[in-house]
């Protein structure tokens, strides 16, 4: 069937889509509102949506940093964030939006200036990931709607896991899978990360963030010489945390209460950030966003390690041939997160689109379009496909499965010499030794194409070792003068707060809290004294602390239940419950909006901080936390485990603290969660097109696929019951 013609950009952008609803947010599906765009004054995209040529003389840099509203390097700003990774542009993002909602109720406080400076030419990162809903909760909150997303990136719904059996037979897997959220709330994505900066980037851009590329920070020559804010504050700190796990942030994380006028409020004096070409940046908050080199914090201290195992990852990218269908896993979705769990560790395979070999001219003239579309409350099926916008601004796009494993410290590999003939270098080898011990996964893997050098020369193969960590300081006051002096504040967010593993996608989704709650922090910093200051940094400490050690927890939880296929499924069982089950979860609606969804987002750790989770998980880690080499779990230990976890999710449920539409959620497990092999069903979201054959998600307003363009007969969302 043929595609509807589509409007030109300019008769979109004119075209107002009025709201019969009374509700100053509301908006059609995949937009928002002109309520949003007025109050906090989004730009259009700075030039006319033209295709560049695709040989330009501008260096990358050069051009993303005129995007920017006013040129150059400024001489101060009040927060510098050092990184332009997507941690730093969801914090800068968010600040430049809750301070302006601040500011309206609070004229004490101001709505700062803020600039990201990033070393790289352009966003470069290297690795696909999935997101979940609390992702999706905030980019609908600051105003990105799913019409954009799924233009750039893979629909997903849901995560699905494989437990094999350690031996490397082929019968005996055991299986877990989840919905992801309807498409008619938010989007969860398959990203390629660079993009999805990129999409950031611009986006912050307009907002009035200035987003620097090319631009070096002389780390030695930037000081945070402080003593760190510790516990001896305790007199005077507020706890971060409320112990009710469900309390809103409102009255919790983040209360006005702690942060009111103080007789001694002064103003802060700004240190500076030094670049690399000797140029000051006068600053009052420095942000270390650079990852997992930890390039300010490290100067404070060193990362540390947990105790038990930890974990490696080596990874690649790859093309399927034929069709997914007869793929060796049963039920197979491409748009499923799906995970091979074995008793080494897991497998990911993760299906995206790349944009890698487009040009970042036509990469920002793209995404400039597409945000001008979004801005324009354009509905979905006006918006061009994926394919389409493609080819009208001369890009690239290609789909690309990403497939790696992330297995335990403690594996025992063959010797050196033996490990050579698995492969050219470190990652090949141990990424087909262990594919080839498991039949499966090795018959997986005959359907899958190396792609070569995808991100340019020796981007092959990835390895990356010693996965998880924390840092002990995350925040301080530099250029200290005396007890009662001021000075330039600085914190450390995202990886460089510290890491788990890639395991249920913590990396953004549950990161992307440290960036959240400082940023909502951030307008009392800059404006109180030095007191109320060090109060706020102790908290923000504590509260990064805490969250990295239950997710650290979490992962050892689900590594251990990994190396039975019995006991495996229960990872994800406990995980949705607590983390999908709990009140502020189902209520998840309720913070669609700037100055609600920190609520959401800061108090969600996939329910790893939840008592009945907690309590089974550490009865688990006791039971079945041996090292690798002591060989498989004893069936009485297994046998153990499993009566545990029927009592302990009898008492959790009866508690009536954890309530969902789990029959309408999960396969194999009715709404009292119980298992039944032969209840394959559930909520029916996501369908294959008829045409491309890729995945669309349902919102039963979009007829139009997404990726292709054409107009597709299933439209709306079908309940479980409703089958």
Not at 3 to 20: D, G, I, M
Not at 578 to 588: E, Q
Request: charged share 20%.
């Amino acid at each position: 069937m043929e595609a509807p013609r589509l409007s030109s950009a300019e008769s979109l952008l004119r075209k107002e889509y009025k709201q019969p609803s009374k509700d100053p947010w509301a908006a059609p599906y995949g937009g928002l509102s002109s309520y949003f765009w007025q109050k906090y004054g989004l730009r259009s995209s700075p030039r006319p949506l033209e295709v560049p040529a695709t040989a330009q003389p501008l260096f990358d840099a050069d051009f993303l940093n005129a995007q920017n509203i006013q040129p150059g390097v400024p001489s101060s700003s009040d927060v510098v964030v050092v990184g332009g990774g997507i941690h730093s542009l969801i914090y800068a993002i968010h600040l430049r939006l809750r301070s302006q909602s601040l500011f309206a109720s609070d004229p004490t406080l101001h709505v700062p200036s803020i600039t990201v400076l990033e070393r790289l030419p352009s966003p470069g990162y290297k690795i696909g990931e999935s997101t979940l809903t609390t992702f999706g909760v905030w980019l609908r909150s600051v105003g990105i709607s799913t019409s954009v997303l799924w233009r750039l990136f893979g629909a997903k719904d849901g995560l699905a896991f494989y437990y094999l059996p350690p031996d490397g037979s082929w019968d005996g897997v055991t299986s877990f899978c989840a919905n992801g959220p309807s498409g008619d709330f938010v989007a969860t994505l398959q990203i390629e990360r660079k993009i999805s900066e990129l999409l950031l980037t611009l986006y912050a851009q307009r907002l009035g963030v200035k987003v620097l590329h090319g631009t070096g920070v002389d780390v030695p020559g930037t000081p945070i010489s402080s003593d760190p804010v510790l516990p001896r504050l305790a007199k005077v700190r507020e706890t971060s945390r409320s112990s009710d796990p469900d309390k809103p942030i409102s009255s919790s994380a983040v209360p006005p209460s702690n942060l009111e006028a103080s007789p001694c409020r002064t103003e802060p004096k700004a240190g500076h950030v030094k670049l690399t070409n000797g140029v000051d940046i006068q600053t009052k908050l420095l942000v270390d966003a650079t990852g997992r080199f930890r390039r300010f914090a490290s100067k404070k201290s060193k990362s540390e390690r947990f105790e038990g195992f930890n974990t490696d990852s080596f990874w690649a990218y790859f093309e399927m041939t034929g069709d997914e269908s007869d793929l060796p896993f049963d039920n197979y979705e491409s748009c499923h997160t799906n995970h091979i769990c074995i008793a080494e560790g897991w497998a990911w395979l993760i299906r995206l689109p790349t944009w890698e070999g487009s040009s970042i001219p036509n990469l920002t003239a793209m995404i400039n379009y597409l945000l001008d579309l979004n801005q324009a409350n354009t509905p979905s099926d006006s918006y061009p496909s994926m394919e389409e916008v493609a080819q009208r601004f001369n890009c690239k796009v290609r789909w690309v499965t990403s497939i790696g494993f992330a297995l335990r410290s403690d594996v025992v590999y063959p010797s050196s010499e033996e490990l050579q003939r698995y492969g050219g270098c470190e990652a090949e080898r141990k990424f087909n030794w262990i594919t080839s011990k498991y039949p499966r996964m090795q018959a997986y893997m005959d359907r899958h194409r190396l792609v070569k050098d995808l991100y340019g020369t020796n981007s092959t193969w990835f390895i990356r070792k010693q996965l998880t960590y924390s840092t002990p300081i995350l925040s301080g006051i530099a250029n200290k003068t005396g007890d009662d002096g001021d000075g330039m504040a600085w914190a450390a967010i995202g990886d460089a707060a510290g890491f788990t593993n890639p395991l249920y996608s913590p990396g953004i989704n549950c990161n992307m809290a440290t960036s959240v709650f400082l940023a909502e922090k951030t307008p009392y910093l800059l404006s109180r004294g030095r007191l109320e200051k060090e109060k706020t940094l102790d908290q923000y400490n504590k509260f990064c602390s805490e969250r990295v050690a239950n997710l650290n927890r979490m992962n050892k939880y689900n590594y251990v239940l990994m190396q039975s296929p019995r006991t495996g499924p229960l990872g994800p069982l406990w995980q949705y419950m607590s983390g999908t089950g709990n009140a502020l979860w189902r209520r998840s609606s309720e913070f669609v909006s700037v100055d609600r969804v920190a609520e959401f987002v800061t108090t969600w750790e996939w329910g790893s901080q939840h008592p009945e989770y907690t309590m089974f998980a550490k009865e688990v880690i006791r039971l079945l936390g041996n090292r690798l080499d002591d060989g498989p779990p004893e069936e009485a230990r297994v046998e153990e485990v499993l009566q545990l976890s029927e009592e302990m999710m009898a008492r959790a449920k009866q508690s009536g603290k954890y309530i969902n539409r789990w029959a309408g959620l999960f396969s194999w497990y009715d709404d009292e969660l119980r298992f039944n092999a032969s209840k394959k069903g559930r909520d029916k979201l996501a369908v294959r097109c008829e045409g491309c054959g890729n995945w669309r998600i349902l919102t039963g307003v979009s007829t139009r696929c997404c990726t292709c363009g054409i107009v597709c007969k299933e439209v709306d969302i079908v309940r479980y019951e409703d089958a």
